[in-house]
T-cell receptor
Framework: DAKTTQPNSMESNEEEPVHLPCNHS???????IHWYRQLPSQGPEYVIH???SNVNNRMASLAIAEDRKSSTLILHRATLRDAAVYYC????????????FGTGTRLTVIP | GAVVSQHPSWVICKSGTSVKIECRSL??????MFWYRQFPKQSLMLMAT?????????EQGVEKDKFLINHASLTLSTLTVTSAHPEDSSFYIC?????FGPGYNEQFFGPGTRLTVL
C-alpha cells in the first residue's frame, strides 16, 4: 500500500491560513489523494480529495504537485474548531478501497 | 446525506463478557463496511472489511473468532468482541462505503464506540 509522510504536529494562529504538507512519493497513477480529519473522541471526517488537479470545497483547498508526489491541504482561515489530527491517505480506485491511516498531523490552533 | 451511526457510543463491561457494537448507514446503502480500532494517541488501524451477505475479510493479526463481524443488510454491520479482556479496551470506529449516488466510493465514518473492559 502506498505510504504517506506528514509532520507529526503543526501550530497555527487563529484566523491565519494553514498549509498542511504530505509526501507520497510512491503514489501510483490510479491513487486518489484523500484528506480526513479527526477531532478528539470522534470518528474521522472527510475533508477533501483529488486525483491530479487542485480542488476546492467549502472546508479547504487541496494543492497537488505536478508530479503528484506531494500535496498540501490548505485551510484558508484557521479557527479553533479546526484543531484536529489531519490524515493524508492514498486510496486506490480499484480493489477493496481500504483506507490505511498514517500517523497524521496534529494541528494546534492558537487563539 | 451520508450519515453513519454507531451504538452504543460507549460501553463498560467485565472481563470475559461479550460486547456487540452496531454500525448503521442511516441515509444510504453501503456496499462495504469497515471496522477500525484506535488506541490512545495512535492512528486508526483497519481490523476487517465486510460486504453484505458474505464473510468479512480480516487484516493480518486480527483474530476472527474474537472479533465477530456480521453484515446482514446494506445498512447494518455488527462487531462482537467475544470474551473481552482489558487489552481489548479501545475506540472502535466503523465506516461505510456508498453504493451509489453523490459520494459514491467514498468512506463515511461513524462517531466511534469507546469500549472499556474492567
Amino acid at each position: 500500500d502506498a505510504k504517506t509522510t506528514q509532520p507529526n504536529s503543526m501550530e497555527s494562529n487563529e484566523e491565519e491560513p494553514v498549509h498542511l504538507p504530505c509526501n507520497h512519493s510512491t503514489i501510483s497513477g490510479t491513487d486518489y489523494i484523500h484528506w480526513y480529519r479527526q477531532l478528539p473522541s470522534q470518528g474521522p471526517e472527510y475533508v477533501i480529495h483529488g486525483l491530479t488537479s487542485n480542488v476546492n470545497n467549502r472546508m479547504a483547498s487541496l494543492a497537488i504537485a505536478e508530479d503528484r508526489k506531494s500535496s498540501t491541504l490548505i485551510l484558508h482561515r484557521a479557527t479553533l474548531r479546526d484543531a484536529a489530527v489531519y490524515y493524508c491517505i492514498l486510496r486506490r480506485e480499484t480493489g477493496a478501497n481500504n483506507l490505511f491511516f498514517g500517523t497524521g498531523t496534529r494541528l494546534t490552533v492558537i487563539p | 446525506g451520508a450519515v453513519v451511526s454507531q451504538h452504543p457510543s460507549w460501553v463498560i463491561c467485565k472481563s470475559g463478557t461479550s460486547v456487540k457494537i452496531e454500525c448503521r448507514s442511516l441515509d444510504f446503502q453501503a456496499t462495504t463496511m469497515f471496522w477500525y480500532r484506535q488506541f490512545p494517541k495512535q492512528s486508526l488501524m483497519l481490523m476487517a472489511t465486510s460486504n453484505e451477505g458474505s464473510k468479512a475479510t480480516y487484516e493480518q493479526g486480527v483474530e476472527k473468532d474474537k472479533f465477530l463481524i456480521n453484515h446482514a443488510s446494506l445498512t447494518l454491520s455488527t462487531l462482537t468482541v467475544t470474551s473481552a479482556h482489558p487489552e481489548d479496551s479501545s475506540f472502535y470506529i466503523c465506516s461505510a462505503r456508498k453504493r451509489f449516488g453523490p459520494g459514491y466510493n467514498e468512506q463515511f465514518f461513524g462517531p466511534g464506540t469507546r469500549l472499556t473492559v474492567l
